[in-house]
């Protein structure tokens, strides 16, 4: 049984950061792309930022680059998203997911396993 497990979500004020980890279990993932997705209340889920199966290659949605960084510690099974200059709209369910390859996915489809989501709010 495969598990991912996010953690880091919370509360914070516009401007402020938070740090979401996602420690896989049931298997390694040393070999697939890991990503992060989030979504709103009311609204459809959104591809945040991914990483390649060695953490070499990242992508990033236009509308947290240069504020998030994606990594991942393979030894931990472990990938992380550094949030940074967070705002109100950035308010949602953090997902973390494993890709199917070890190329860089941002489609949900491409994604095989997902964690139960953290939340995270944003106040202005």
């Known amino acids: 049984q495969v598990h991912l497990v996010e953690v880091g979500g919370g509360w914070v004020q516009a401007g402020g950061s938070l740090r979401l980890s996602c420690a896989a279990s049931?298997?390694?993932?040393?070999?697939?792309?890991m990503g992060w997705f989030r979504q709103a209340p009311g609204k459809e889920r959104e591809f945040v930022a991914s990483i390649s199966w060695a953490g070499t290659n990242t992508h990033y949605a236009d509308f947290v680059k240069g504020r998030f960084t994606i990594s991942r510690d393979n030894a931990k099974n472990t990938v992380y998203l550094q949030m940074d200059s967070l705002k109100p709209e950035d308010t949602a369910v953090y997902y973390c997911?494993?890709?199917?390859?070890?190329?860089?996915?941002?489609?949900?489809?491409?994604?095989?396993?997902w964690g139960q989501g953290t939340q995270v709010s944003v106040s202005s």
């Open positions: 049931g298997r390694t993932f040393s070999n697939a792309a």
């Open positions: 997911a494993v890709a199917s390859s070890f190329v860089l996915a941002t489609l949900g489809d491409e994604y095989d396993y």
